[in-house]
């Protein structure tokens, strides 16, 4: 089968900074609904675009087709006492960026401590890297009516989230 819009795909993949140093490995390996979903980085979903099982790639992208350029505006810096007491560099916590609607939220991590304020930070940890995406396509398969009606892929024995 064909990898065209609304077939699921099946990879094995790397990612890697621009100086080779691995970020991340699947396994075991994903899958993802093909054709405009969000489930992998656009310009790789560009590159697999009619190709079949078996098709190996390496995708260069820059921060523009990854995770962005670094937005200052998503640095912010809290009071303490809004953290819990055994808040540490590196915890994570949801929050709404300035100005969002009432169901937007983002995943902030903890950079900074200090006695009296935290400073947290919205930004995904590649912005602003060019990274390296390697993958080999191991299956494609059509998508069923329940993963097109819900906009993504489910598991061997259904619907999971």
Do not use: W
């Not at 819009?5 to 080779?20: P, R």
């Not at 169901?103 to 930004?123: A, R």
């Amino acid at each position: 089968m064909v990898i065209a819009k609304d077939s699921v795909v099946t990879l094995s993949y790397t990612l890697s900074d621009d100086e080779g140093k691995l970020l991340e490995a699947s396994d075991p390996a994903v899958s993802y609904l093909h054709g405009g979903y969000d489930g992998i980085f656009p310009l790789v979903e560009e590159t697999l675009e009619g190709q079949t099982d078996g098709f190996t790639c390496t995708v260069t992208m820059d921060p523009e087709d990854a995770f962005g350029e670094y937005d200052e505006s998503l640095m912010r810096v809290e009071p303490r006492n809004l953290f819990p007491p055994q808040v540490k560099l590196g915890m994570q916590f949801e929050g709404q960026p300035e100005g969002a609607e009432h169901d937007e939220t983002i995943l902030y991590t903890v950079t900074d401590i200090t006695d009296d304020k935290v400073v947290v930070d919205g930004n995904h940890p590649l912005v602003g890297k060019t990274l390296v995406f390697a993958c080999t396509v191991l299956g494609v398969r059509p998508a069923t009516q329940e993963e097109l009606h819900h906009g993504h892929v489910h598991g061997e024995h259904g619907h999971h989230h």
